[in-house]
């Protein structure tokens, strides 16, 4: 029997990836001069695009002829018009609008990922002077809105908050855009949410409140989510992507205190990018916790194992995961 040949090793996936920061790069660059913007209402050409957007011809052809071939951007005849992705994904003006996530990744990121030689020497994170942990956050929360709807949409049907006949209380903590509070808001108008944040990030929460018209039913706590009173009483308790960057013990201390926080048969609702046990196959989380590595003292990204023994040790019981839309199911566990 001949032995079996497996494929030759080339280096193409290497320099695939020696490119990589080339396609966010180009995005949001489009994005910043208007480009999914301008092609909204129908095809043109580069020298439209450029009167437009006041962008030159040159650099306007660059990227545009890049994004076609990232089939971002369709072109026929010299005219470009938007592919069916960048069309839902790509406009600012549309509810699925996700670009605010490369602007963020390309001006508040990147920067930090440029010294992740030396941050894996240290093992400490990139210190800005100046930086203002508030309004890093204020910046980019209201974009991830559209990217966590779908899942709290799920999660509020889950929970059966639709067919309350008594009033529920909810504790959204470090809420940012108020995506977990607001779309449980929606479903009941028995639903009353506390949200949790800096002053600043809370600006942000009352926008999105009011936008969803909601906000007559949200009441909030401002400040550092670990010196503020949570108070009691609470039915739901939902931390949406915080654990990644508390660390563990950071993590367990905030466990604590949203158990005392909770009512007897409460729950909590834990969103996070999880990884697998071997931390081998989850790309995406294991890419997310270099990011942690280079922007905070302790963050990391864990696996459903890890969170539910700390959920288990802090007292609560039957923890489980809830399947949504996203990268991650849902972790829920009641006190």
Known sequence: M????????????????????????????????????????????????????????????????????????????????????????????????????????????????MQLREVV???????????DSAQFFANFVEGLFAGNFPAASKLAEALGVQSAELPVRVLDIAAGSGVWGVALARRSPQVRVTAVDWPTVAEITRKMAAKHGVIDRFDYIEGDMHAVDFGTGYQIATLGHIVHGEGEAGSRALLKKTFDALSPGGTIVIAEFLVDEERAKATHALLFAVNMLVGTEAG???????????????GFRNVRQLEVPGPSPLILADR
């Open 2 to 113: 001949e032995p079996s040949r497996s494929a030759p090793v080339t280096p193409e996936r290497l320099m695939q990836l020696s490119w990589g920061f080339a396609p966010p790069l180009i995005i949001e660059a489009a994005i910043h001069h208007g480009v999914f913007d301008h092609l909204e209402t129908g095809a043109k050409t580069v020298e439209e695009v450029a009167g437009l957007s006041g962008a030159s011809v040159r650099g306007l052809r660059a990227i545009m002829d890049a994004l076609t071939g990232l089939q971002l951007l369709e072109k026929t005849g010299g005219r470009y018009r938007l592919a069916p992705e960048a069309a839902e994904f790509l406009v600012s003006g549309r509810p699925k609008f996700r670009g605010t996530m490369f602007l963020h990744s390309m001006r508040q990121l990147l920067p930090n990922w």
């Open 121 to 131: 020497q240290s093992g400490r994170p990139v210190h800005r002077e100046g930086t």
């Open 300 to 314: 990391g990204t864990f696996s459903f194992g890890e969170i539910s023994n700390w959920l288990v040790e802090t």
